[in-house]
């Protein structure tokens, strides 16, 4: 708090980063990697939502939104976000629970929360980014890597959240905030003795979750393994998903001449299974395109993780950028039918605003971090 | 904030970071396997399950064959229909979408029952349903401007069978109808794939697989809801072949207009041809009713009428003939030796078996006095007769008879048609388990007791009568094969002899016809036929007044015209009517006078505009 009265003092043209992103947090690099993905997935979403001009021109404005939101993140001090996490991840947990009080369903699950002057929105949003600063507030409050009593209470404070959105149900997200925390601690220096018991854990527990599992749950498993077993039932979107992308073929059949999604074989052809969309218009050559798009800002993200000078951002950085890959490998996992379908949009190409302003706030959080703060790094 | 081990910490974290980048490079590496797999390895096995998912071969009716009359006068047409369907999947209420139908263009009760029988039909989903036939161009304007409010009804233009003179060619031509399981194992199914009507009766159902044509195919585009987005390619279908058919529809018409809505049955042949000129049932009903779609309140009244309006008596009535099998019996007689021109018996007025008690009555009380062969024909002497029967034997008498068609269907495209009955001893073992019984041969020999013919039957027996010995068998259709019999006699002059004698039952002062022969500016040639409905007791006078009508006599006529080079063979039975002579006779001279004077034997053309007033004079009896 101190340092920061001290603006006129003449050392700080030395203590000045040179990295452009250290100065501003503004990454150019991932900003032009993350305006290319936007972009492809306009174009795709022109053609998978059957040439519907006004979704796009709305998915746009998500985008815009969202890029907005980054942007100003990126101006907010690191040592703020750090404060105001606890209290963030507060609000997070008591909106979930309200959610089970008093929200609104879609599809037989209440994931929703209408509050007076909000738009509407799913609180497990929030809890997508406030979980894995929680926990990385958490366990930097002491010295890496975690002590094993750490290591317990944040698994309690992943264990609530996921608990409460498990019930909701909506067991992809549930999963994915799971692994959001676990990547923090990964990231910490989990001992690989606890990280193994861990797994064993997991496997164990794998049957259980199957006792608790929903019908529509364990349908969808099961058809993972033979898509036939329910042709026109849950094995229908993952047939008529790897259809089309099977029939893309190397170089695809063209801009908005996807038989499969063009005639609507193809289910939530504009939301989940867009890059079923994107494989079968582009073909292989299309997914390898997306795909290395997609390595790159992971990349470049895991590089800007390393390169945060402070374990907090460090740890953040690294959920989010995990944690976004994992939606993107779920995804198109799912599409292809290595995965079972679970309802996880592709990052910031599926229609959507919430996913889409999300996720680029999470960018924002991992750009703040990247900012350089005399105030901290002089200490 | 503590930074405590910033060092440490730094180099714990990136550790780990660059142990999760190897994890997510091993799941990139296991997504582009899989879309090397997917993409490249399997490509032709999902190119293959998208195509089968789009493409879509959708069977396309053929257009059916024509039918026209021996003028080209078309008969039957094919028209489109403007239809309203329902795709039922897509709407929400069905009752308030009819109620509102209703409120526009009317539907009736029956309608809706027929809508909801087609409901329940076994049918695919997204498959249309017919709710209203026949719209007009308005009631479908109605309908159309309102189209936002009902999606799931659309307009379905289809074409419909329609018979120019409903009424006049039913029981000819036939008509069309729903296609049934039964029919559908008896066709190429695929020729059949798009079809769903089928000929029911006469020339339609003879010449079904003619007139259907084969099959074409669309490839067409469609979406995962089925609806056809695009058509792709398409084989179009072989039409189905026109026919022309030898009916004269104007000697149709005139057959009805002189039965006058008589009961009864003709049948009209060219004798050359064996062509079927006109072929009448009455009462008749209006064919187009069943390829509009009959409603069933209509349907149960044309079954349960007692006048049998879907009978077809040219086909199916099987009537006794009576004396108007008494010239082919006269030649079987003078063939087997039985009988010669010069043989004259006395006629008491009754035939008795030796050491029977029993008479068998003419129908002449006090007799025909002197009679020879000639004389019996023209006065129709039934003694002459009874007593030739006797000596000649059923046995030979029968196989002889069986030559001019008695006892079979007749064949060609003549379908449905009855056998009738032509009496012997092996039929009645067959038929009864019953030895035969002398006196049961007497009266065969005035066509009587077991023995039924059909007109059609009788018509084409009287075919070998004008041909002088060639018997040709019925056809609609032409351009067939004429299907001819030769009956040899041992004298084959009788043939003319026998004709000349049935000019003089018009013709001569005693024949039974010479009311109806009066005056004619032509001959002609025929024989007159009572036929006995209830049998009489040996006593018993028949008294026409006081028997109830459907015990009366029936009335027949069979004959030719002219009587040399004749060009029009008739068989004639009025149900009920009387005598032959007063009855059926005129009826002939009329038909006759009609094609021989006023068509120059079918060279000139029929008065269209009379013909149709005959068509709707049926309707309207119809509608009574």
Redesign the interface.
């Known amino acids: 708090m101190r340092a920061l009265t001290d603006r006129s003092a003449g050392q700080i043209e030395s203590f000045r980063p040179k990295r452009f992103s250290a100065r501003y947090g503004i990454d150019p690099f991932l900003l032009v990697l993350l305006v290319a993905l936007m972009g492809l997935g306009l174009a795709i979403l022109y053609s998978a939502s059957g040439q519907n001009t006004e979704m796009v021109i709305r998915q746009g404005i998500h985008c815009l939104v969202g890029f907005a939101a980054m942007i100003a993140l990126t101006f907010v001090r690191r040592?703020i976000i750090?404060q105001l996490t606890p209290i963030i991840f507060a609000v997070a947990a008591l909106l979930l629970l309200s959610v089970l009080l008093f929200g609104t369903g879609a599809k037989g699950a209440q994931r929703w929360l209408d509050l007076p002057g909000l738009p509407r929105f799913q609180p497990s949003e929030l809890m997508k980014l406030a979980l894995p600063a929680m926990v990385a507030w958490w366990l930097?409050?002491?010295?890496?890597?975690p002590r094993p009593l750490d290591v317990l209470i944040a698994f309690i404070m992943v264990a609530l959240p996921v608990g409460l959105i498990a019930i909701q149900p909506d067991l992809g997200t549930s999963i994915l905030i799971a692994a959001s925390g676990f990547?923090v601690l990964?990231?910490?220096?989990l001992s690989w003795k606890l990280l193994g018991s861990l797994v064993a854990l997991g496997l164990a527990a794998l049957p259980v979750l199957w006792t608790v599992m929903h019908d529509y749950q364990r349908r969808r498993v099961m058809t993972l393994f033979d898509p036939t077993s329910d042709p026109l039932g849950a094995g229908w979107n993952t047939?008529?998903a790897?259809?089309?992308?099977?029939?893309?073929?190397?170089d695809g059949k063209g801009f908005m001449a996807g038989?499969?999604a063009q005639?609507?074989?193809l289910p939530e052809s504009h939301t989940d299974f867009i890059v079923a969309v994107i494989?079968e218009e582009f073909?292989?050559v299309g997914?390898?395109i997306l795909?290395t798009l997609y390595?790159l800002i992971?990349?470049r993200a895991?590089v800007l993780?390393?390169r945060a000078d402070?374990?907090?951002g460090?740890?953040l950085s690294?959920s989010i950028t995990?944690t976004f890959?994992i939606y993107v490998?779920v995804n198109?996992?799912m599409v292809?039918?290595?995965l079972p379908v679970v309802g996880v949009p592709l990052p910031l190409v599926s229609y959507g605003g919430t996913s889409v302003v999300s996720l680029l706030i999470g960018f924002g959080l991992l750009m703040a971090m990247q900012r350089s703060n005399r105030v901290?790094s002089g200490? | 904030m503590q930074y405590n081990h910033p060092r440490t910490e730094r180099i714990l974290t990136t550790q780990r970071v660059i142990i999760a980048s190897l994890g997510c490079l091993a799941l990139l590496i296991l997504v582009f396997g899989r879309l090397v797999w997917l993409q490249i390895i399997e490509h032709d096995r999902f190119v293959t399950a998208s195509e089968r998912n789009r493409l879509q071969v959708v069977p396309v009716a053929p257009p059916r064959g024509l039918i026209r009359d021996r003028q080209g006068i078309l008969l039957a047409d094919n028209r489109p229909e403007l239809r309203l369907v329902m795709i039922p999947e897509e709407s929400a209420e069905l009752t308030t979408v009819l109620d509102a139908i209703d409120k526009r263009i009317g539907l009736t009760g029956d309608e809706r029952a027929q809508f909801y029988n087609r409901l329940q039909s076994r049918r695919r989903p997204y498959d249309q349903v017919v709710v209203k036939t026949q719209l007009s161009d308005q009631d479908a304007a109605i309908i159309a401007v309102e189209g936002h409010r009902f999606p799931e009804l659309q307009f379905d233009a289809t074409p419909r069978r329609e018979y120019s003179f409903g009424h006049l060619t039913a029981h000819a031509v036939g008509y069309l109808g729903r296609i049934n399981s039964n029919e559908l194992q008896n066709v190429p199914e695929t020729r059949y794939a798009a079809t769903d009507v089928y000929g029911k009766l006469g020339v339609e159902r003879a010449h079904e697989l003619t007139l259907h044509g084969n099959v074409g195919l669309e490839r067409v585009e469609a979406n995962a809801r089925g609806r056809i987005m695009r058509v792709m390619s398409r084989d179009d279908p072989t039409p189905g072949t026109d026919l022309t058919i030898h009916l004269d529809i104007g000697l149709q018409a005139k057959a009805y207009e002189i039965l006058n809505g008589r009961r009864g049955a003709i049948v009209a042949m060219d004798p050359k041809t064996g062509g079927i000129l006109a072929l009448v049932s009455q009462p008749t009903f209006d064919a187009n009713q069943f390829t509009r779609g009959i409603s069933s309140s209509a349907y149960q009244a044309l079954q349960s009428d007692l006048d049998l309006p879907l009978f077809n008596r040219a086909l199916q009535g099987q009537y006794p003939p009576g004396s108007t099998i008494k010239p082919m019996l006269g030649l079987v007689g003078l063939d087997l030796g039985v009988v010669k021109w010069s043989d004259r018996i006395q006629d008491p007025g009754f035939f008795q078996l030796p050491g029977m008690e029993r008479r068998y009555r003419d129908w002449k009380r006090w007799g025909h006095g002197t009679v020879d062969l000639a004389k019996a024909v023209i006065e129709s002497c039934d003694t002459y007769f009874y007593e030739m029967a006797v000596e000649s034997g059923i046995d030979r008498l029968s196989p002889a008879m069986g030559l001019f068609g008695f006892g079979q269907t007749v064949g060609q495209d003549v379908l449905g048609d009855g056998s009738g009955v032509l009496p012997s001893r092996a039929w009645k073992r067959a038929q009864h388990r019953q030895a035969w019984f002398p006196g049961e041969t007497v009266i065969a020999g005035i066509g009587q007791g077991y023995w039924t013919t059909t007109p059609i039957q009788l018509a084409m027996a009287t075919t070998a009568l004008a041909n002088r010995g060639t018997l040709m068998a019925p056809q609609f259709v032409q351009g067939l094969d004429p299907v001819s019999r030769t009956i040899d006699l041992a004298t084959p002059a009788d043939w003319e002899r026998m004709a000349r004698e049935m000019e003089r039952v018009l013709h001569s002062p005693g024949g039974t016809a010479a009311g109806a022969g009066k005056d004619a500016a032509y001959r002609m040639a025929g024989k007159t036929g009572t036929a006995q409905v209830a049998g009489l007791g040996q006593d018993e006078e028949y008294d026409a007044e006081n028997t109830p009508e459907h015990l009366r006599d029936h009335a027949l006529f069979v004959g030719f015209a002219p009587a040399t080079e004749p060009s029009l063979v008739l068989a004639i039975i009025l149900e009920n009517a009387g005598s032959g002579g007063s009855q059926a006779a005129p009826v002939f001279r009329a038909m006759s006078d009609y094609w021989v004077l006023e068509r120059q034997q079918g060279a000139l053309p029929p008065d269209m505009a009379w013909v149709r007033r005959i068509d709707a004079q049926l309707q309207r009896v119809d509608d009574q």
């Open positions: 040592d750090y930097t409050r002491h010295p890496l890597p990547f990964f990231l910490a220096g047939m008529q790897m259809t089309a992308l099977g029939s893309g073929g190397v038989t499969q005639l609507k074989f494989g073909g292989f997914m390898a795909i390595a992971l990349g895991l993780t390393a402070h374990s907090f460090r740890l690294g995990l890959f490998f198109i996992g292809s039918g290595i901290l200490e």
